[in-house]
């Protein structure tokens, strides 16, 4: 499972490298990926929304995104945000979708 290190503070100036690598990353619709915290020192709204961003394109590829080493004050955020609730949900089941079926589409 890859594995991608967010250390330093994770804001505006810096969220978009690390979004280039989620994407670089999920190109290849691994079957999971892991954000490591560790080292996080400080987040900010753009941060939040590229983990948001990393959730919701590994749903597009049929990948889980998993968090580790989630720091006391991101683990609130995610919380206070309801993004954690967000992260828990499982993988949409695969359907075929025939003549004469209903699809339904639900984003977060």
Known sequence: MPL???GGDLAYL???????????????????IVL???DLVFID??????????????QEVGT?????????????ILDITGVAALLD????????VGPGSQQSAASA
């Open 14 to 32: 810096t969220a978009a490298p690390l979004r280039a690598e989620v994407d670089r990353v999920l190109a290849e619709a691994p079957r999971g």
């Open 4 to 6: 991608i290190r967010v």
């Open 36 to 38: 490591d915290f560790a």
């Open 89 to 96: 949900r499982p993988l949409p089941a695969t359907s075929t």
């Open 45 to 58: 709204n753009s941060g939040l929304g590229v983990i948001v961003h990393a959730w919701r394109e590994g």
């Open 64 to 76: 889980t995104l998993r968090l580790r080493a989630v720091p006391r004050f991101l683990a609130t």
